[in-house]
């Protein structure tokens, strides 16, 4: 047997716009370009969309066209996708990593607060300076984990309060909706992803969403080589790079979008069938819903209690290796990156929440194709193999004193 992690769901549709586009001659710059990002701005119920040849290349042109440069820090979180802090590296800005909420794995707006509060002064002209590193503090970047949305209420409010720019992850959240608002268009510019695992996909790709003509008009420009929004071809006006997404795959993304609400639909019935199957087992903590927020499911990530969550982890997930189910760490957060950590060898954030978050996550099958039986092993393996650990741990310690042990109060 082999249950992978992931896998894209590809119909006739996706066949045939792409036959299309082949059949065409015009293989990049087209038509299709101009219709995925169309629908997708109507979709998003954003005024601009700008699509691009990756979700980093969009974070990237956004990081631009916020001006985020050097001398600059970005308030963010560490449990995301290392691009998620590489886009500001790209620019010589800095992430100022905060820590999580324990229950949403989301940044905290708490966490948020206590940062900007405890840790930054204003100079004499008005600008926020973070005290330890000297750096302007310019912007914020919620990222929507997992598909459910960050407290964008409590963080744009933060946002306004300290001018902060806000520039939204959403790589892992297209159709997410906060208090009827999709995430991804709150803030200054949304980014989203198309990879293979990604809820739709375009091969690679991504999208830049914002209700703000300049940033739009700059990133379509530095998409293309920084030509000018005159069209003129061998005119560049600005640093450019080639971010373009060809007609190829803006064609599977007009197909994928097209489909995208019964796509998202059947995750949610797979996420369902997760919950209903896993129900009750004390090591075992399943996502919940959040009041307010409506999850895009992205993976299906339980998270293991008790005293040694990483170690039943690792115990689980041998037993579904053996038995040809893939799993995965989710995330393993960015300061204990090996390319973090060489960078910034002083720099010890206290994460304690986020550190938590990495011992217990782990990610099983979870595509829109699963089908109930695939369903019904993963399960029945997850539960064989908590059954046979060596003296589980029960959940013994509540949360909260970790996090206090952890910061030394
Ligand atoms: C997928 C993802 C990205 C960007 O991914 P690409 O592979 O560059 O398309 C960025 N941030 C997060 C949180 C993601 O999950």
């Known amino acids: ?88 590296l790209y620019e010589g800005a800095l992430p100022a990593l905060v820590d999580i909420d324990p229950v949403t794995l989301n940044l905290d707006p708490q966490a948020v607060r206590e940062f900007l509060r405890t840790k930054c002064r204003r100079s004499a002209n008005g600008v926020l300076i973070d005290r330890e590193t000297g750096r302007v503090v310019k912007a914020l970047m919620p990222v929507h984990v997992f598909g459910l949305p960050c407290a964008m209420e409590e963080l744009m409010e933060i946002a306004r309060e300290y001018r902060l720019l806000v520039l939204e992850d959403a790589c892992e959240a297209i159709g997410a909706e906060v208090e009827g608002r999709r995430a991804g268009t709150i803030g200054d510019a949304g980014v989203f992803a198309f990879y293979p695992n990604k809820q739709m996909t375009t091969g690679e790709g991504g999208m830049i969403t914002t209700n703000d003509e300049n940033i739009a008009e700059l990133c379509r420009s530095m998409r293309n080589q920084g030509r000018d929004t005159d069209g003129a071809w061998l005119r560049h006006v600005r640093l450019g790079y080639n971010y373009r997404l060809s007609e190829l795959h803006a064609a599977l993304g007009v197909a994928q979008l097209e489909r995208i609400e019964t796509i998202l639909a059947s995750r949610a019935e797979i996420a ?112 064989a193999a908590l059954e046979t650990m060596p003296r589980i741990a029960a959940p013994s310690e509540p949360v909260q004193d970790v996090a206090m042990r952890a910061m030394g109060t």
Not at 47 to 75: F, K, M, P, Q, W
Not at 317 to 344: D, M, N, W
């Open 1 to 88: 047997m082999n249950i992978p992690l992931s896998a894209p769901d590809i119909g006739e549709r996706e066949m045939d716009y792409v036959r299309q586009v082949l059949q065409s001659k015009q293989l990049s710059m087209g038509p299709w370009l101009e219709q995925f990002e169309k629908q997708f701005a109507a979709y998003s119920g954003s005024r601009y969309a700008i699509a691009v040849n990756s979700g980093t290349s969009a974070l990237h042109l956004c990081v631009r066209a916020l001006e985020i440069g050097a001398n600059d820090e970005v308030i963010t979180t560490s449990f995301s996708f290392v691009a998620s802090v590489n886009c500001f």
């Open 272 to 383: 369902r069938e997760y919950a209903e199957l896993l129900a009750g087992r004390k090591e075992l903590q399943l996502p919940e819903d959040q009041p307010g927020m409506k999850r895009s499911w992205f993976v299906y990530v339980v998270r293991f209690l008790g005293d040694s969550p990483a170690a039943l982890r690792e115990h689980v997930r041998a037993r579904l290796r053996e038995k040809g189910i893939a799993s995965q760490v989710y995330f393993t957060p960015i300061h204990h990156q090996p390319f973090f950590q060489q960078c910034f060898p002083e720099t010890v954030p206290s994460l304690p929440y986020t550190d938590q978050a990495a011992d217990q996550c782990l990610a099983l099958p979870f595509h829109s194709r699963l089908s109930k039986s695939e369903i019904q092993t993963v399960c029945d393996a997850v539960t």
